[in-house]
């Protein structure tokens, strides 16, 4: 028998479309009694980035779409201009003693990899960190690109994105232990959804697989069910995305972030509710009154 939870909706244990999860014997108490049982359990596994021969950095990430997560990762860190600029890129499963891990082999251009090993971020990064392995404050601390003028986005829309998404995460419906990033359309239908342990690793998904679809990043807008740190104000604006809505708090270093970037940064967007951080421009349906960021968000 599978074990009864009060995880989020979404896809039922076993879907065979489903990656980056294991089932596992474990015990439940339900009901007053212990019961053997299975659970779904995300995975976690390191992944390892190699650009050119040389290690940079191993992320523990969700082993799903690593294609996209190393091409957003290369695109949002800046070790790549353009998705032209990945010359190669090939993922390798090793299997270790406690469980599989991954290298993804890629090859740049000869120059960016110059100024890649002059960083010299090549240590290990955990599930949640963004600034893992970043020796100086200006290799941690780099400031964003502005984004372009991007769409209307009306408060409807905002409301449908969070819905859809909901409704779209289905490695966290299996094992309620995941992050999401997706890409909405200006009227809101989610058309792009990445899911990974790590919220970082999630948005840089969502953004590898913009570039590989060669989507326009500025008709559309971005929502994260995690809190907006600096790191996902700055990717966010770094693949040019105009508007980044999460669904907890922002950090007043991410609101900085975002004002220089022109980025529209909403936090605590929760059904018909959300506080607009930077840029409130963009949103539709707002009055002067209730764009400013004054109060409690709580």
């Known amino acids: 028998m599978s074990l009864p939870s009060n995880k989020p909706m979404g896809a039922q244990p076993g879907d065979a479309d489903v990656a980056g999860y294991a089932r596992l014997p474990v015990r439940a108490w339900r009901d007053g009694r212990l019961s053997a049982v299975e659970d779904c359990v995300a995975e976690e596994t390191p992944v390892a980035l190699v650009y050119n021969g040389e290690p940079h950095v191993v992320m523990m990430a969700t082993p799903s779409d690593l294609e996209d997560f190393a091409l957003g990762f290369s695109f949002s860190e800046d070790v790549i201009a353009d998705a032209a600029e990945m010359q190669s890129l090939e993922v390798f499963r090793h299997e270790g003693a406690n469980g599989p891990s991954y290298e993804i082999r890629m090859r740049i251009p000869a120059q960016r990899h110059e100024v890649l090993l002059g960083r010299r971020r090549n240590l290990h990064g955990r599930t949640g960190c963004g600034l893992c392995g970043a020796e100086t404050i200006a290799d941690a601390i780099r400031s964003p ?20 998404l909901r409704r ?66 700055l990717k966010a604006a770094m693949a040019g995305i105009p508007l980044l809505a999460a669904i907890s708090a922002p950090t007043a270093y991410a609101i900085r972030v975002a004002e220089e970037a022109g980025l529209t940064l909403i936090g605590f967007a929760r059904g018909d509710s959300f506080v607009i951080y930077a840029c409130p421009a963009r949103v539709l349906d707002v009055g002067p009154r209730s764009a400013g960021t004054e109060g409690s968000a709580a």
């Open 168 to 233: 779209r995460q289905t490695l966290n419906g299996l094992t309620g232990a995941t992050h999401a990033a997706a890409w909405a359309a200006p009227d809101g239908a989610v058309q792009l959804v990445r899911e990974d342990v790590g919220r970082h690793n999630a948005l840089d998904k969502l953004i590898g697989a913009l570039l590989r679809e060669r989507r326009d990043t500025t008709r559309g807008f971005a929502v994260v069910t995690s809190r907006a740190s600096y790191e996902m104000a």
């Open 145 to 164: 690109r502005r984004v372009g003028a991007g769409v209307p986005v009306a408060v409807a829309a905002l409301r449908r994105a969070q819905d859809e």
